[in-house]
């Protein structure tokens, strides 16, 4: 079995780790060089670095932040925002990261998605998707949004992974604006949904507020007076922000009590077991 994944957001803005609520109500979380190193040293399977002004500021990625956040990691780094070409996954790739997230590009032009593989495989290539709820009779619909939450594109989210998969996205970042920043836990719905439909790795993201809720997303089991593994395959990875970035929990926290659930997990660094 494939061990799940615990990957700290870094959401910048202007040369700083920046966190709302529902991708509104922005306020400083700290420095992302000095965030970086701490997660790396605490045991974090991966980083995920989204300048989050990019696409609707049409400002290039912060290469010059990015380049001193790889300085400081040692685990797989995945850089978004402000990738719109293949070249700018290049560059992006230069300075440090690993594979690149894209969103709001791919929606415009699908076909991006393609040349990025073609240039420098699928696994290099994660496709951001921004959904949130839409009215439905009967089974729940998502729609993707773009510019960072602020343009509902009106494509229904699950059939957009699918796509984007078949063009070549080699992972799924999946964040849900209904629970971005509430600490009310993972949408699983539309986990699941997304999970059922494609063959490659999910992350999930948006609404971790307690070690339970991450446990669950990742599939893992919760004591019996709470509520219990129901069949939920779990993500393969679950994103982290708020919990980490305001010291209510660390790296080793979430690893240990994931461990004690069920979740096959990296263990922590040494010296945080």
Known sequence: MQAKRIIPCLDVDDGRVVKGVRFKGIRDAGDPVELARRYN??????LVFLDIGASYKSRATLLAVVRQVAEEVFIPLCVGGGIRTVEDMRQAMNAGADKVSVCTPALLRPELLGEMAKACGSQCVVLSIDAARVPSEGKPRWTAYSHGGRTDTGRDA????????ELGAGEILLNSI??????????????????????????????????DQIVRVLGGSLPPDRTGADGFPGADAALVASLLHYGKTTIPEIKRRAASRGVCIRPPAAGFV
């Open 41 to 46: 040293d605490e045991g974090a399977d991966e």
């Open 158 to 165: 699950v059939e957009w992974a699918v796509r984007a998969v």
């Open 178 to 211: 209904d629970s971005d920043g509430t600490g009310g836990g993972y949408d699983l719905e539309l986990t699941g949904a997304i999970l059922e439909a494609v063959p490659v790795p999910v992350i999930a993201s948006g609404g971790a507020g307690t070690l």
